[in-house]
């Protein structure tokens, strides 16, 4: 089978698995409540609950009302946020570009120091920096990141001063123009070093609060894998027939360590994104996680589905592009076999 | 084989090293003001609206320019015709719009607001048999878009929101006295009610819902339509506060910039309202120094006591204490099935008060509270007209309890009843202090405490009837006794209805009267009477157990100035236009 085939295939497979998710979290969020609930105040009288009801079409069987939301997403109605007091879709671009810019640099953290210090250790087994480094994938996978959050707002926000919250210095995100949503880009494309610099100023501690537990799993795989490949025999061919050890690890040993490493990363990509849900409320990030958690404390069912309609379609399309990619690193893979 | 010569690793790790170190020490003194400290957009010119963003804070000035307020929750709305009693959005409404006559800052005393003075009998503005009030306008008050201020925009105002008569609003307050509005000319407003009424001025034309709105603002923007909301109005506020919006970025912050062409005192600083959900991060916050004020509450004193550069304000008691209701008006068998008692068990005063003295009111106030509060005799906030340390509060009394829940026939036999609190905060507590104090008398009484979302507690609480046979909450901020008894104490009144009050009282017509002869009674001192003969009434018959009533706090860097705090004010009880910093 051509990867083209087996591309039109799993994307023949996508709408029907988006509407079987659709229609259990559309159930799920129901039992949970009424989507009434975040338009109700403490002192409303039935008359009036009702009336709400109407204006949103919340007194519609349930068929009706989720068919109803269904054409909408198909028209690119995706509802009325309660908690944004907007559009879904009038506010999704942003949040979105907000969360996608500390994710993927939470990603780049991961990806960088894990690999790093995986290859780190891994080559050097059973030493002094291999113990070290394990101390601190165990450490870092099991520390709960909002304390680790906190932690860093203490020292580097409340003691030391260094960074700040939130996503910019108002002025400084006032003075370029945001054609793309993320600031760094943006920063870039209007050459303004200064609001690069307070791009990347703003970053570290989420992202690096976001990446710490991924650069933990990161580092595990890759060491593993790494110690793995080294003892393989292709590994002391490479070695009998004279290959330098730099050579012999980065052109053999590492690439083929790096194939369980790259399906990880691709699943910690989502996982990155759905972390940033404590990430964004301590850091006052304005993102998708932190809208996500306000709209599920105060019921806001259109923003919920849009949420995870968003994430259905992101995990759907990276595992997609992880199968892709594994395909390409090792060739033996015979698709559909 | 590969020659080229590779960076050694370490070399990237110093330039890595390096770049973050450019970073750390050059972001921290950026003290960047933007084009002039100007706003990206503001209101002002032909109706203009401020823009509501998203993705970053436009606009504003640095930190050092501006004084930042962190809230704790994110506005709705400003639409004083939708916004809700006690909603984030009034903090916004308080500051940019302005109502005929204000509560002043120092305690419940009126002051003339866009009207030039205060109605009373005596200066003629109130009609001796108390039916038509007449406010002069104030004459030079210009809106946000540059409109100028006429008795038009003010019978607008008010018309507008008992047309849209939105169910998320407050228009019901206007609607429920007022008869009549008339323009008497383009500086006299009249206004006649449909009966005499003591609370008019305290409780409607001070309330967010009797804002004014610039009508060629409105009409220029989808104008007034009976039943639905206007969007426009929605986000966009154009009125003559000493404030105006000039950016909302949803989620995250308000920027409100100051109005230059205000009529009375300008503001002396602009302020960044940042909406920080989290609590841990408001603290930090304003300990760091990144925020210049926060709303707090006793819980969170001990996280702020003696925290360098940080003030706690403590000052008058809030008028919203702490209560759980009692619920007849259920259907048998709608209960959680745990529950064991029927519609009738509340309708036993002798039941009503042994709960009543049965908690332990000590207990929340010393350590849910900090100490910071007070018990209320019922129903009778401090602070609020009609008060009075004579009359009977409720203290615990276990042994009182036992001869009244035995004389009730339930002491044998027991009973388990749910009640509903929103999670994680002193509801929550007060519901569990209920649940502790009555298994500590009696271990066969059970009390549930079943802690819920917001958005669930609030679905169940606005159910009819409710599902429950208590829940815990605080009272709505009231001006006036009469907005209180009404919502919370009179037989026929709000909650009155939803609880089946009328079937509790033991003379539900006596309460009903005394507390509709107050409302209409124009001459204090005879109203005060009539409270004096209520409140031992209201003691002996409780409709709640009065948790306690919690003291106004704040919490601010020491840097504030000319800070006043009124718990009469929408919260969070503060005006920024007399802060400076």
Redesign the interface.
């Known amino acids: 089978m051509q990867i083209r085939d087996y591309l039109i295939r799993r994307l023949m497979v996508l709408p029907i698995l988006l509407i079987g998710v659709s229609i259990i979290v559309f159930t799920l969020t129901r039992i949970?409540?009424?989507p009434?609930?975040?338009?109700?105040?403490?002192?409303?009288?039935?008359?009036?609950?009702e009336?709400?009801e109407e204006?949103y079409g919340l007194n519609e069987p349930l068929p009706v009302q989720y068919l109803a939301w269904a054409g909408g997403v198909l028209s690119g109605d995706l509802g009325w946020s309660?908690?944004?007091?907007?559009p879904v879709t009038?506010?999704f671009?942003?949040?979105l570009?907000?969360t996608m810019e500390l994710a993927t640099a939470a990603g780049i953290v991961a990806v960088t120091l894990g690999i790093?210090l995986g290859t780190f250790a891994g080559s050097r087994r059973d030493r002094l920096p291999d113990h070290l480094t394990r101390v601190f994938s165990v450490s870092g996978s099991s520390m709960p990141d909002f304390w680790f959050a906190?932690l860093l707002?203490?020292v580097f926000?409340?003691y030391l001063?260094?960074?700040?919250?939130?996503?910019?210095?108002?002025?400084?995100?006032?003075?370029i123009a945001?054609p793309t949503?993320l600031?760094t880009v943006d920063s870039l494309m209007a050459g303004s070093w200064?609001a690069l610099?307070?791009a990347?100023?703003h970053l570290?501690l989420p992202a690096m609060t976001l990446g710490l537990a991924t650069t933990a799993i990161i580092t595990r795989m890759m060491r593993s894998s790494l110690v793995e490949e080294l003892n393989e025999d292709y590994v002391d061919a490479a070695r009998a027939k004279g290959l330098p050890e730099r050579?012999v690890l980065k052109?053999h040993a590492r690439r083929n360590a790096l194939i369980p490493t790259v399906t990880v990363i691709g699943l910690s990509f989502g996982f990155l994104l759905q972390g940033t849900v404590v990430v964004e409320?301590?850091?006052?990030w304005?993102g998708m996680g932190?809208?996500l958690?306000?709209a599920?404390?105060?019921?806001d069912q259109a923003t919920i589905m849009a949420y995870v309609l968003f994430t259905s379609v992101l995990f759907l399309t990276v595992n997609l592009a992880v199968d892709i990619i594994y395909a390409y690193l090792d060739r033996r893979v015979v698709l559909g076999s | 084989?590969?020659t080229r010569r590779r960076t050694p690793?370490w070399s990237r790790l110093l330039v890595v090293v390096a770049?973050?170190a450019?970073?750390?020490t050059?972001?921290?003194t950026?003290e960047?003001?933007?084009?002039d400290?100007e706003a990206?957009t503001t209101t002002g010119g032909e109706g203009e609206a401020p823009a509501?963003?998203?993705?970053?804070?436009?606009?504003?000035?640095?930190s050092g320019d501006v004084f930042v307020h962190a809230a704790d929750d994110?506005?709705?709305?400003v639409d004083p015709a939708q916004v809700?009693?006690?909603?984030g959005g009034e903090t916004i409404i308080t500051q940019v719009y302005e109502r005929l006559i204000e509560v002043g800052p120092d305690g419940p005393d009126l002051v003339p607001g866009l009207a030039t003075e205060v109605p009373t009998i005596d200066n003629g503005l109130i009609s001796e048999d108390g039916l038509t009030y007449t406010f002069p306008i104030r004459e030079g008050v210009v809106f946000h878009d540059g409109t100028e201020l006429t008795a038009e925009d003010v019978k607008y105002s008010w018309d507008r929101a008992m047309t849209m008569d939105l169910?998320?609003g407050n228009a019901g307050l206007l609607a429920d006295i007022v008869a009549e509005t008339n323009v008497v000319d383009d500086l006299t407003f009249e206004v006649t009610l449909s009966e005499p009424s003591a609370s008019f001025l305290n409780a409607v034309v001070t309330a967010s819902v009797a804002s004014i709105v610039s009508q060629d603002a409105v009409e220029a923007n989808g104008g007034v339509v009976a039943?639905e909301v206007n969007e426009f109005l929605?986000?966009n506020p154009v009125g003559t506060g000493a404030y105006e919006l000039t950016a909302w970025?949803?989620?995250?912050n308000f920027?409100l910039g100051v109005f230059e062409d205000y009529w009375g005192t300008p503001a002396n600083i602009d302020v960044?309202i940042?909406i920080?959900?989290?609590t841990?991060?408001r603290i930090?916050?304003l300990?760091?120094g990144?925020y210049d004020m926060m709303e707090i509450d006793p819980s969170l004193v001990p996280d702020l006591e003696g925290a360098e550069g940080v003030e706690i304000y403590s000052g008058e008691f809030l008028l919203e204490p702490i209560h759980i209701g009692f619920n007849t008006r259920f259907e048998e068998g709608s209960l959680p099935p745990e529950d064991t008692i029927g519609p009738d068990f509340f309708q036993d005063p002798l039941i009503r008060r042994a709960f009543n003295l049965t908690f332990d009111y000590e207990g929340f106030i010393a350590g849910a509270l900090g100490g910071m509060g007070g018990t209320v005799p019922h129903y009778f906030p401090q602070g609020m007209l009609g008060y009075s340390e004579d009359y009977p509060v409720y203290e615990q009394d276990l042994a009182a309890a036992q001869a009244l829940f035995e004389e009730a026939g339930v002491w044998d036999e027991g009973f388990t009843v749910s009640v509903i609190a929103e999670e994680g905060n002193l509801f929550e507590v007060a519901a569990l202090v209920l649940r502790d104090s009555m298994a500590a008398l009696n271990p066969a009484f059970e009390i549930r405490v079943l802690a819920q979302?917001?958005?669930?507690f609030?679905?169940a609480?606005?159910?009819?009837p409710v599902p429950y046979a208590m829940w815990v909450?605080n009272s709505?901020p009231f001006a006036d006794p009469d907005a209180l008894m009404n919502?919370y104490i009179h037989p026929d009144g709000?909650w009155g209805t939803v609880h089946g009050m009328r079937e509790m009282y033991q003379d539900p017509d006596a309460i009903a009267g005394l507390i509709d002869e107050a409302g209409t009674e124009l001459d204090t001192d005879a109203r005060l009477a009539l409270y004096e003969e209520l409140a031992p009434m209201l003691y002996d018959d409780p409709m709640w157990i009065i948790a306690g009533n919690e003291t106004a706090l704040n919490a601010h860097r020491d840097t504030v100035t000319g800070f006043v705090m009124n718990p009469l004010w929408p919260r969070p009880s503060v005006k920024f236009a007399f802060y400076d910093k």
Not at chain 2, 52 to 62: A, K, N, Q, V
Not at chain 2, 84 to 87: A, I, L, M, R
């Open positions: 949970g409540g009424s009434i609930g975040i338009y109700l105040s403490h002192e409303m009288t039935p008359e009036e609950v009336q709400l204006r309660g908690v944004a007091v907007a009038a506010v671009g942003d949040k570009t907000a790093t906190i707002l203490i926000w409340v001063g260094w960074f700040p919250i939130g996503r910019s210095d108002p002025a400084i995100w006032a003075s945001h949503g600031y200064q610099r307070d990347i100023w570290i050579l052109r409320i301590l850091y006052q304005p932190r809208w958690a306000d599920v404390l105060r019921g | 084989m590969d690793q770049l973050l450019v970073a750390c050059s972001g921290g950026t960047t003001t933007g084009e400290g990206p509501t963003t998203e993705g970053g804070d436009e606009g504003g000035e640095g994110e506005a709705t709305t809700e009693p006690g909603e169910p998320e039943g929605t986000a970025n949803r989620g995250e920027q960044r940042d920080a959900p989290d841990d991060t930090l916050g300990r760091a990144e979302a917001e958005a669930q609030d679905e609480h606005a159910s009819d909450k709505d919502a709000e």
